[in-house]
């Protein structure tokens, strides 16, 4: 040794309870004179905090070599794997040796228990003990300096073992630097695969504060190569170095667990000359040696895909080794399954799951088909990946407790979890009406009964409360806000799914379902004063009537219109599902089925699943009567599994008051059509908001009103959300006219002996342009009180789109028209001026005295009545008017007629040079009154009277 010297260590052993040194003595003995042992070297090692270590390297005879690693913390009792440990020493007094069978901690002094060898203990296990320390004292580096410690411990069936510690490394003393070898093997768990070499890789390290000199290395099995050339050579302290040693394995060796050790031979370059081994200059330093292990497994292999299914959101594929051949996952462990989905023309991640069959994928597209591969991942390498598999999405799947299946005509393998809540035993679960989330009921591991949910596909848990009992019978409302359920005790209670808070509801019963507008809860019991199905008012806590003919109600349901399903003694062989349709309280029968029970609508009301007691699984009934099986042994009471409504509602917006040949125009004042329809949902389910140019959308429906609207254009947009939170937009933008178009009558005759054509003209400034026409008339006849009768308005006469119509009255009538036009924005102008036509009242409608009828082509109504004598007379006891009018027939012979008009009495002439028909000879106006008219003939001349025209 160059400066250094150990002034005291003493280590004394006693067997069977005997001190062979006291803690005096032994430091009074000088440690190089003692025949008992024999210092190889002492040197400073690492500071570990402000705790101290032992800095002495010490083999002693007798009991065997004593040992300190500064970078392990320990002193090694044992000829080669160390029994007792010093940690850093807390201080005086006696401490507790503790069998931590971990390196110790700052402040602990511990047994290393995993270790097998001691003269006495011979691996009996737990060893405690206790450590008495005299003195113990640290520098400044927090090395320890001296210590003084009695230890002394005892195996579990062997007697007390002590051994007494002394080290003293006074101040002033010289520390010479000295090397200190580690060997680490790699960690345990590795994989030799047939057919390839098996490459371990150690690494040697200097923790010493000196250089060592690495000599070479060796592997104690056979067949193994040694790479130590990056170590041999000299090692500075602090530096590592790896060391490879290769194993081939042919393809048909064996398997199973292979073990190495590994030895690396080393000198000490720092010792004085002459002081190594037979006089080298080198001292030989102890070999390091370390064990390593690793599993010896054949090549790898791939999976096959067997079957599967997928519902809304899920599938699960069932798989195996290649031709039903135990996986082999080669150098590495199964860490767990890749699944991807083909998007287009990729593939693309869709979930990982355990490294188990059958593999569950969860958010998967809820329609149409989907085609998956797995790839195994093991934790070196991806296994090959199995041929792609392409699955039809159920349009719904049948749940039942935790599982859940497609509709199928034969049986599928395996079974599918679908609730991924950690730790709970689920006993129901309950899908909300908008497809978003499931209700999950079941209990924890300290078996408290909880309440919670998960999203769509089973994941994401959410635990909203705990409960006294397991929950069952769970029903959601159509808002899908909060839930209702029957404990145990047949007590029912309300859970708000957001806050979870609990509410026990004031009913001793089951919930069956909910009405269609959430506000009331369907009950039923068969055990208490409730008999039969009854409806709870929620916001009131009233009941309604007992439905009649439901005594003895088992099980029930509600469909999203409301209709209700009930079973009544559902163990018999005549079990009946009756069914009562909203707005009534008589029940139908609807499905007949021994052991039926359980009833449960689908989303639509048109299709049912239910239990068979005796059978393995559940019935579907189709909306058309059929049945089919759900193959499965399912024990809760199934529910439907559906798609959330993830296909929007549809919005249908035409463009106001647009045509297939124009754009769309309105009024200010209009009223807008809109169709909105969801399949997926339940009628009245979907809402619709309304936007108008921009504005905050409110609640609307159609037909949506609009008032006072500007002139210009306007958008308008309606927007349809289903349970699901699904929507859709329809937007139409129009343009809006305030300027009425006007319309004038063109001049009509002032008499008519036929029918005659009324016409006008119309015209629009506000730019949409006329678009349609409606007229009206009034009429008086001849002997017609006073007044204005009211305007008619015949349905030919609206809407129409030529500026004309041909009108005809009764004899002695006369007709007003007045007419108004309607521009393309739905305008409507004013009326328009009146105009009048009359037409005669027929001779054959006065008295006649001494007149003779006669008929006469070419006269009106082809009848005339003729005179040729004087003081023959017509006459018409009441006309109203103030002027009349004769229709005669004129000629160069005729005569003249005397015409009385109540008092007014005025001759009048039928001489014309050329015989004409139909003329009409105005009388003098008079004021409007209800008169007689007499017609007299005057002379023997011929007359011949066609009718009268009344003017009013």
């Given amino acids: ?119 006495s203990c011979s691996g009996d296990y737990p060893m405690t003990g206790k450590v008495d320390v005299s003195q113990v004292a640290y520098d400044d580096n927090g090395l320890l300096r001296s210590l003084t410690a009695a230890f002394r411990w005892r195996c579990s069936t062997r007697l007390d073992e002590q051994v007494m510690v002394v080290q003293v490394s006074p101040a002033g003393v010289d520390r010479a630097p000295a090397p200190w070898l580690r060997l680490t093997p790699p960690s345990p768990g590795a994989r030799a695969v047939l057919g390839t070499p098996h490459v371990v890789t150690w690494t040697l390290s200097n923790d010493g504060t000196a250089p060592a000199h690495v000599l070479a290395a060796s592997v104690d099995r056979s067949g193994t190569a040694v790479d130590a050339d990056s170590c041999v050579g000299e090692l500075a302290p602090g530096a590592s170095c790896a060391i490879e040693t290769t194993t081939p394995y042919a393809d048909d060796a064996w398997t199973g667990q292979e073990r190495a050790e590994l030895r690396v031979r080393s000198t000490d370059p720092g010792t004085a000359p002459g002081a190594g081994p037979d006089g080298q200059d080198d001292a030989q330093l102890p070999d390091v040696a370390a064990s390593a292990t690793w599993q010896v497994v054949a090549k790898e292999t791939g999976v096959e895909i067997v079957d599967g299914f997928a519902v809304p959101g899920l599938a699960q594929v069932d798989w195996q080794g290649i031709d039903g051949a135990p996986v082999e996952t080669g150098a590495g462990l199964p860490r767990d399954i890749l699944v991807e989905r083909l998007d287009g023309d990729s593939w693309v991640p869709a979930g990982v799951a355990p490294f188990s069959t059958p593999t569950l994928v969860r958010g998967l597209p809820e329609r149409g088909t989907v085609t998956l591969r797995l790839i195994p991942r093991t934790t070196v390498a991806e296994l090959p990946a199995t041929d792609s598999v392409r699955l039809a999405v159920a349009p719904e799947g049948i749940l039942s407790g935790d599982e859940v299946r497609p509709i199928e005509d034969a049986p599928l393998l395996g079974t599918s979890e679908l609730v991924d809540a950690p730790g709970v035993a689920v006993a129901a679960v309950e899908q909300t009406p908008d497809g978003h989330h499931l209700v999950v009921a079941g209990t924890r591991a300290d078996h408290r009964a909880v309440l919670g949910t998960t999203n769509a596909s089973g994941q994401e848990w959410h635990e909203l409360a705990t409960t006294a009992d397991v929950l069952r019978q769970l029903r959601v409302s159509p808002d899908s806000t909060f839930a209702v359920a029957s404990d145990g005790r047949h007590e029912a209670v309300r859970i708000d799914l957001s806050s979870g808070q609990v509410t026990p509801l004031p009913t001793c019963c089951t919930p069956a379902g909910f009405s269609p507008d959430g506000r009331s809860v369907l009950m039923f019991a068969s055990t208490f004063t409730l008999t039969g199905l009854s409806w709870l008012d929620l916001a009131s806590g009233t009941w309604g009537q007992t439905l009649p003919g439901t005594a003895g109600v088992t099980s029930a349901d509600v469909s999203r219109d409301g209709s209700i399903a009930y079973v009544v003694g559902d163990q018999t062989p005549a079990s009946v599902v009756r069914v009562i349709r909203p707005g009534s309280t008589t029940s139908a029968a609807f499905w007949a089925m021994a052991g039926i029970h359980s009833p449960r609508w689908d989303r639509t009301g048109t299709r049912m699943v239910a239990r068979q007691y005796g059978a393995s699984g559940s019935v579907v009934r189709e909306a058309d009567g059929t049945l089919r099986t759900v193959h499965a042994a399912l024990g809760a009471a199934p529910s439907w599994l559906e798609p959330s ?308």
């Fill in 1 to 119: 040794m160059s400066a250094g010297r150990l002034v005291a260590v003493v280590l004394s052993a006693l067997l069977g309870g005997t001190l062979l040194a006291s803690p005096a003595q032994a430091s009074d003995a000088p440690a190089t004179d003692d025949p008992a042992q024999r210092v190889v070297r002492i040197w400073s090692g690492p500071a570990s905090g402000s705790s101290g270590q032992l800095v002495a390297q010490v083999t002693t005879t007798g009991v065997g070599p004593w040992e300190w690693a500064p970078s392990l913390n320990r002193l090694a009792l044992g000829s080669s794997d160390p029994v007792a440990v010093i940690g850093p020493i807390p201080g005086t007094g006696v401490h507790d040796v503790v069998d931590t069978n971990t390196t110790p901690g700052p402040g602990q002094v511990a047994f290393w228990p995993n270790l097998p060898y001691t003269a």
């Fill in 645 to 952: 409504s993830s296909r929007a509602p549809g919005v249908s917006l035409p463009t106001p008051g647009a045509t297939t040949t124009s754009p769309g125009w309105t009024a200010s004042t209009t009223s807008i059509p809109f169709v909105v329809n969801d399949p997926d949902d339940r009628a009245g389910s979907v809402t619709s908001r309304c936007s108008l140019d921009g504005a905050p959308a409110t609640a609307c429906r159609s037909p949506l009103a609009l008032q006072h609207l500007a002139a210009g254009a306007h958008t308008l947009r309606v927007t349809a959300t289903d349970p699901a939170g699904n929507t859709s937009t329809a937007a139409a933008t129009w343009r809006v006219e305030v300027t009425a178009p006007t319309a004038a009558l063109s001049a009509l005759p002032t008499v008519t002996m036929g029918s005659v054509r009324v016409g006008w003209t119309g015209q629009d400034t506000g730019g949409s342009g006329l678009w349609s026409y409606d007229a009206r008339y009034r009429e008086w006849q001849a002997e017609g009180l006073a007044g204005s009768p009211v305007y008619v308005q015949p349905s030919r006469w609206q809407g129409l789109r030529t500026p004309s119509l041909v009108t005809a009255t009764a004899a002695g009538t006369t007709r007003c028209v007045s007419v108004r036009a309607r521009d393309r924005a739905g305008n409507v102008g004013p009326w328009s001026a009146e105009r009048c036509v009359m037409t005669p009242l027929d001779d054959r409608g006065l008295n006649s005295y001494g007149f003779s009828r006669a008929v006469q082509s070419g006269a009106f109504r082809s009848t005339l009545s003729v005179a040729r004598s004087p003081g023959r007379s017509l006459s018409r006891p009441e006309i109203h008017g103030s002027r009349i009018a004769l229709v005669v027939t004129t000629c160069p012979t005729c005569g003249s007629v005397e015409v009385g008009f109540g008092p007014y009495t005025r001759r009048v002439s039928l001489y014309s040079k050329k015989v004409a028909h139909r003329v009409v000879l105005w009388l003098p106006a008079h004021t409007s009154g209800t008169r007689s008219v007499l017609i007299t003939s005057t002379s023997s001349r011929y007359v011949a009277i066609d009718g009268i025209v009344v003017r009013r």
